[in-house]
């Protein structure tokens, strides 16, 4: 068999991969259907947020297992683009030293246009729910999101939920709400919804008060909030600001609209503005969460500026996501067009 360059380090960081217990499967237990197999043997473990017990993702989780049985083949040829930075240099040193090829790793970097930066930092969940891996065409033509219980899942415009997709963790956080009594759109995803707690927390603790206005939002109610604003200003305006049923991102049970009584908990621009936005804004990354719609982005994200509108998609996603200071759009974007390159 031919010697491709780099085989003998991804063999190591299988060593180490399996030496380590296998933990790298299991670990990405996130894993949506696209998951492609490589970059989720060859990727550290994601931080605990990936542990979410979703039913249909475990039904999806099978591509993953054959990478364990022919790693020398496969991985030789896709991951060379991004995990090169990570297993290469760190772990050969521990298990077989003689083999590895310490030159190599020297050539990659130079990247004009900064993508590579982007995608040595991506990590396995944005490989594994790239959008171009994570979506099919139903009979009618429309793009249907295959990963829609991922932490990582991508909504817009041109990806639709399923119009049957109900999160199955949807519970309330404990936080304060701008109106009373039960509500649907009080739930969000358990996961994000300790991540509000925590983020209401520490904004208290920094004298801002947040209130949350709107979370969950089911197809249906989804369905009726279009048609309502579609009758009121047409569908072409209410599309820039509401969003089309299997569109928005509050099916997800992901995200969460936040205000503040400084502008009467309206969901308005000029709560970017306000001493409660910024620090939202600021600080909305520190604990998993992004500002999905940020100002200037229409083109990109199909939304006009939405400073109340919250994502979460767990600390190390934001992290990166709010480092490269792209949309979550640009981001999987820049990912693909590396990915591509390679
Ligand atoms: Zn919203």
């Known amino acids: 068999m031919r010697k491709l360059p780099g085989t003998g380090r991804w063999l190591i960081a299988f060593a180490v991969a399996f030496a380590a217990g296998g933990l790298f499967i299991q670990a990405e237990s996130n894993g949506d259907s696209a998951a492609a197999p490589p970059a989720v043997v060859l990727t550290p473990p994601p931080v605990a947020s990936a542990g979410t017990t979703d039913p249909s993702a475990a039904a999806a989780e099978p591509p993953s297992l054959p990478a364990a049985e022919g790693p ?8 060379s683009t991004k995990p090169a930075t990570k297993p290469a240099t760190s772990k050969p040193a521990t298990s077989k030293p003689a083999t590895s090829k310490p030159t190599e790793p020297s050539k990659k970097p130079v990247d004009p246009k ?12 944005a490989m594994n729910n790239l959008p171009s891996k994570t979506v099919e065409r139903s009979k009618n033509g429309t793009a249907v999101i295959t990963n829609p219980s991922s932490l990582y899942v991508l909504v817009n415009k041109e990806r639709n939920l399923p119009s049957s997709y ?4 949807l519970t309330i956080p404990d936080v304060p709400f701008s109106f009373s009594g039960d509500s649907p759109k009080k739930q969000m995803r358990k996961e994000a919804a300790a991540a509000l707690e925590k983020l209401f927390d520490g904004a208290w603790k920094a004298g801002i008060e947040l209130k949350a206005v709107s979370g969950y939002r089911s197809y249906a109610t989804q369905k009726a909030i279009f048609d309502r604003n579609a009758k009121a200003k047409g569908a072409e305006e209410a599309n820039r600001t509401s969003a089309h049923p299997g569109q928005s991102e509050h099916q997800t049970g992901l995200a969460m609209d936040v205000s503040s009584a400084s ?3 309206a ?28 100002q200037g982005e229409e083109r990109i994200t199909g939304y006009t500026y939405e400073p109340w509108h919250v994502r979460y998609i767990g600390k190390e996603a934001a992290a990166e996501v709010a480092r490269s200071k792209l949309t ?9 067009a590396s990915a591509t390159k390679a």
């Open 72 to 79: 020398a083949t496969k991985p030789a040829t896709k991951p």
């Open 114 to 125: 900064g993508t590579a930066r982007v995608a040595q930092a991506a990590s396995a969940w």
């Open 166 to 169: 109900v999160p199955k963790d």
């Open 263 to 265: 502008v009467g908990y």
């Open 267 to 294: 969901l308005e621009e000029s709560f970017g503005g306000t001493k409660e936005g910024r620090w939202l804004a600021k600080h909305a990354a520190d604990y998993g969460f992004i500002i999905r719609y940020p």
């Open 328 to 336: 979550l759009e640009a981001f999987f974007d820049t990912l693909e």
